[in-house]
Nanobody, 121 residues
Framework: QVQLVESGGGLVQAGGSLRLSCVASRRTLRSYAMGWSRQAPGQEREFVAA????????KYADSVKGRFTISIDNAKNMMYLQMNSLKPEDTAVYYC??????????????WGQGTQVTVSS
């Protein structure tokens, strides 16, 4: 059973920062690629960022490159998404995602319950 629990969402002004956290078991972090996806109202879920368990491979959506950073702390069994220079268009429910490969993040695998991020202009 893969369980993923997100936290860290909230309301922030444009230009601000938030850090999302996802707790997963050590087995999950070592067995799956991990990542974040998001879904804005009326839109389909989209890929945001992905990382492998050894943290030597990452991938970002073009819309967040240079602003978001994904990381894993294996000692704490945590994955993070540091979001800087937030824009109103980043407003969405953000989901922690575990999948067999980095290319599967955003389209399959296991999902957390989501955490709301709202960026005001």
């Amino acid at each position: 059973q893969v369980q993923l629990v997100e936290s860290g969402g909230g309301l922030v002004q444009a230009g601000g920062s938030l850090r999302l956290s996802c707790v997963a078991s050590r087995r999950t972090l070592r067995s799956y690629a991990m990542g974040w996806s998001r879904q804005a109202p009326g839109q389909e879920r989209e890929f945001v960022a992905a990382i492998n368990w050894s943290s030597d491979s990452t991938k970002y959506a073009d819309s967040v490159k240079g602003r978001f950073t994904i990381s894993i702390d294996n000692a704490k069994n945590m994955m993070y998404l540091q979001m800087n220079s937030l824009k109103p268009e980043d407003t969405a429910v953000y989901y922690c995602n575990a999948a067999f490969g980095i290319r599967d993040i955003g389209s399959g695998g296991y999902w957390g319950q989501g955490t709301q991020v709202t960026v005001s202009s």
